[in-house]
């Protein structure tokens, strides 16, 4: 398939949706730079909105445990499914993406439906995106959580991240359920839950994005995004609006990176922060109800 712009791209099938577990919500539709861009919004319209960005390789469906408590308590939830991820459409050549298309593609997604004055709640490269949009549009939200995530600026951030990264581009097929169990520390995932997970990638032609996404992290001053992150950084460093920290220490890959946030953003002065034990990268996974439960106690 071709988009209008010309970027050729591929979308899974619908009946890889069909049978998900604990996940049974309609997608909705936006066209973000001539491609589909698909998300849930579910919860009452006057509900404070809570946009829940996921990461790699991992989609919406990372959001099933955190959804249905945040509507019960009467919370408004958006989740979109990045570019080439998800329900999203996916261009297949992966010059296609980069760290800032990835923020144009989430900016463009957020004036279409018209989220402003809404949480953020982030996690991998929702948080690098996320923050990066909080930045660079910093009346677009009222109060930031964040978990298992980074803000990188050139620097090395870990051999976690460097075994990933080669690991991430050497493996002959990514198998996102087998990844979320092997990252996942407190509870097995079922083999209907890594389905889920598999789901958006029938084949190696829907994982451009997939592939992309651990090349794209500025570890090197080489690396597109590191002056538009330091300068992330810089509002950042004056924020003052209520930030929150949930994370999961354990994180091989992200774990060591928590403090950096806490001390750093004056909003985080003071807040509740919590770090949950045991846990891995998918925080959202691994400690959904306690993470649900920290938010809606700060929230309200």
């Keep these: 398939m071709t988009s209008r712009n010309g970027t050729e791209f591929v979308r899974t099938p619908d009946e890889r949706f069909a049978s998900l577990a604990d996940f049974d ?10 491609l589909r861009m698909a998300y849930v919004d579910v919860g009452p319209d006057a509900g404070v909105p809570i946009l829940l960005l996921h990461g790699e390789p991992t989609w919406g469906y990372l959001y099933r445990r955190m959804i249905p408590p945040l509507v019960d308590a009467g919370f408004r939830c958006v989740v979109p499914d990045l570019i080439g991820f998800g329900r999203s459409d996916k261009p297949t050549d992966r010059s296609a993406y980069s760290y800032a298309q990835h923020v144009a593609w989430l900016k463009e997604f957020l004036n279409v439906i018209g989220l402003r004055e809404s949480v953020l709640f982030a996690q991998d490269w929702g948080g690098l995106i996320g923050l990066r949009v909080a930045a660079e549009e910093q009346d677009r939200f009222g109060r930031i959580a964040i978990g298992n995530t980074g803000l990188p600026i050139g620097e090395s951030i870990g051999a976690g991240f460097d075994k990933w990264l080669q690991q991430s581009q050497s493996m002959q097929f990514m198998d996102a359920g087998a990844m979320l169990q092997h990252a996942t520390a407190a509870r097995e995932l079922t083999e209907a839950e890594m389905d889920g997970y598999r789901a958006p990638f029938p084949d190696e032609s829907h994982m451009a994005g997939a592939r992309q996404f651990p090349t794209l992290v500025p570890i090197t001053p080489s690396h597109g995004g590191v002056n538009e992150n330091l300068a992330a950084w810089e509002v950042l460093d004056r924020w003052e609006k209520p930030f929150l920290t949930l994370w999961c220490p354990d994180d091989r890959v992200l774990g060591h990176l928590h403090n950096e946030f806490v001390d750093r953003v004056p909003g985080a002065s003071g807040q509740p ?7 891995g990268h998918f925080l959202q996974d691994d400690r959904g109800e306690d993470v649900v439960a920290a938010l809606i106690e700060w929230l309200t």
Excluded: K, L, N
């Excluded at 922060?273 to 045991?278: A, M, V, Y």
């Design 273 to 279: 922060h919590q770090e949950f034990q045991p846990g």
């Design 25 to 34: 919500y309609e997608a909705s539709y936006v066209e973000v730079d001539g």
